[in-house]
């Protein structure tokens, strides 16, 4: 599935995106919350950045009764600040991101809907590959837990709650 995901994101979206900037994509893997374990594809134009993401939080569940939870993430990232080594872009950049999440469990699934603003930096160890960290918060716009297996007239049981989390997120990339 997470195959298919990434497929559709780099046929429909990243590759008529790439027409319009004269950079190549960036690949990165990383860690974090709420992105978990993910792999993103990212465009960069002058000072900004587009990048999509589809991660999964490894090692949660060690049964194949529950799917390990996913995370699907787009992002906008401006560059401004500071002088890089190897490449003629400034390190540090604001980033505004917007992450999906979904776990299941054998009775309930449960969508998350996350605000991702942060502040970040690159650190580039060749002119094609570098380290990234960037730091924030993680505020909850929507969780919704939907009920598998009816037990009653309620299917669904619809929260929204404002709770704010450190957002954090490391990330090895590579310029193709």
Known sequence: ?????????WGFLILPLRAYTQKPPILAIGVG??????LSVRLPFEKIQI??????ALGVY??????????????????CGGKARYVERQPWYGKLGLSFNRSESTE???DFIFLNPRIGREFNLTPRLGLELDWGVSILLKHVRTRKMPQGPLLNDY?????VFTGISTSLFFRL
Not at 1 to 9: E, N, R, Y
Not at 62 to 79: E, F, G, M, V
């Open 51 to 56: 990048g999509l993401s589809c991660g999964r």
């Open 33 to 38: 919350f709420p992105e978990f374990t993910h």
């Open 159 to 163: 929260t929204i709650d404002l709770p």
């Open 62 to 79: 060690s049964n194949a009764d529950k799917p390990q939870p996913i995370s699907i993430s787009a992002d906008l990232r401006y560059y």
């Open 108 to 110: 309930y699934r449960r």
């Open 1 to 9: 599935m997470l195959k298919i995901l990434l497929l559709s994101f």
